[in-house]
């Protein structure tokens, strides 16, 4: 029951249970305490950082407690929310930005220095821009938007990261689209390698990681805390979420905000095994800083092994985790999805964004104008359910090798990951 609360009120039995959480992870993890120890203090350093900004200049706080509407507005008559990209402030979103050769990392994650509060600062100071990253700038500005709007308008910063490389990627380079799609993708593995809600790749997790340093130095430039964090019921993004931000987290104690996992944030449901999620129970052991949306159920009930979600489908489940997000009075204006590539999409979709193809371990920020308006959404026919292709040839079936179970790097670490 109250596991599903998005409240910040942390006890000290919620710290107890997040702080031995991130002690079975370490102990899993061993091996690279040292390492490990050396992320948590440049974190410690970094984050401190950040946070003493974002006291004195006293705009957002960064443990839900941005400024700004929460929830529906009050005393006004609504049927249905409107969403749309709110250009001007991240790269992402200009038309002549190359999608395929954009490095999130570099770029600050976009950030554009033309924004209106940006042009201000500069005409005064015109060094601030080689100062780092204007997001205090960006804070005001959003936190002023939010002010002027009128009481059926909103304004929320959305920070949606894809998963790390994980098995199910890996395997479909290694088999292609075509035998991935009609043969492989229905399979849990291939005798060698297992890709059933697979772990990340060796690849995967050093995206997360380089994702988590990315976050530390701009939190240190004084860019927004996530108010909320909703993440993928799915292995891959949940273990995104933890290597991404575990060390930020711990630095913030009892502070730390409880990630809720969310059904409709998985990956296009069915038929491919990588999409099928394990049970609550399991989901919960496995990850115990972590706080379920109400109702979620123990088994998995919306996989199934012969119909395919379709995009116009996907893109309606989507549209119900933003509507549920931006009507929950606990959610504040900054807001953190782990996901998948295909339920970025399908977000992105919904909010009206160019076309953007996230690589694994990418996270790309939108600002989302949200609108309560008066008239009912025209109802959208989704159409049915795909089946899996037909191949066009057989498989090639390499015999799995003699003494399996002897494993190479790879899975030396999913076996880490897994905790075996
Ligand atoms: C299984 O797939 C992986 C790619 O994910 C590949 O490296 C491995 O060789 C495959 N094993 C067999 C037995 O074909
Ligand atoms: C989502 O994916 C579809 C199909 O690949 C593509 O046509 C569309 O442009 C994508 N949308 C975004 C926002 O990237």
Redesign the pocket.
């Known amino acids: 029951m109250a596991k599903s609360d998005l409240s910040t009120e942390s006890s000290d039995a919620f710290t107890a249970e997040f702080n031995n959480g991130l002690d079975i992870r370490k102990r899993r993890k061993n091996t690279i305490t040292v390492k490990t120890m050396l992320l948590y203090s440049t974190a410690f350093v970094l984050t401190t950082a950040a946070f003493v900004k974002l006291f004195t200049t006293g705009s957002s706080s960064p443990w839900g407690g941005s400024q700004g509407h929460r929830g529906p507005p009050k005393n006004i008559e609504w049927k249905s929310i409107k969403y749309s990209v709110v250009e001007g402030y991240f790269a992402q979103d200009e038309p002549e930005t190359d999608q395929f050769n954009f490095d999130y990392i570099n770029e600050d994650f976009g950030l554009l220095t033309t924004f209106d509060t940006a042009k201000k600062a500069l005409a005064e100071n015109p060094g601030l821009k080689d100062q780092g990253p204007m997001w205090k700038e960006f804070r005001q500005e959003i936190e002023q938007l939010n002010k002027d709007a009128p009481d059926n308008v909103q304004y929320k910063v959305f920070f949606l990261a894809r998963h790390g490389q994980a098995m199910h990627n890996a395997a479909s380079l290694y088999y292609g689209k075509e035998m991935w799609s009609c043969y492989w993708s229905l399979l849990d593995g291939n005798g060698t390698h297992r890709w059933d809600d697979p772990v990340l790749t060796a690849q995967g997790t050093s995206e997360a990681k380089a994702a988590s340093v990315a976050w530390q130095k701009q939190l240190s430039h004084g860019a927004p805390f996530p108010d909320n964090f909703f993440v993928s019921p799915l292995t891959r993004p949940a273990d995104t979420l933890m290597h991404t931000w575990s060390d930020i987290f711990t630095t913030l104690g009892r502070h730390a905000p409880r990630p809720i996992v969310t059904e409709n944030l998985r990956e296009t449901l069915g038929v491919h095994t990588c999409d099928r999620r394990k049970t609550k129970c399991e989901i919960a052991s496995n990850y115990p800083n972590f706080d379920f949306e109400p109702g979620f159920p123990d088994i998995d009930p919306k996989w199934a092994p012969v119909f395919r979600e379709t995009?116009p489908q996907r893109k309606e489940r989507l549209r119900k985790v933003l509507d549920s997000v931006v009507t929950n009075p606990k959610v504040g204006t900054f807001i953190s999805f782990t996901a998948h590539g295909g339920a970025i999409?399908s977000t992105?979709?919904n909010f009206g964004?160019?076309?953007?193809?996230m690589k694994t371990g990418e996270m790309i920020p939108v600002v989302v104008k949200v609108e309560f308006v008066k008239e009912k959404r025209p109802k959208v026919h989704v159409g049915p359910s795909e089946t899996a292709p037909v191949c066009t040839e057989m498989p090639t079936i390499v015999p799995p090798p003699p003494g399996l179970g002897e494993e190479d790097d790879e899975d030396e670490e999913q076996k880490i990951e897994n905790g075996a």
Request: proline fraction near 0%; hydrophobic fraction near 35%.
């Open positions: 995009l999409n992105m979709e964004h160019r076309e953007w193809k």
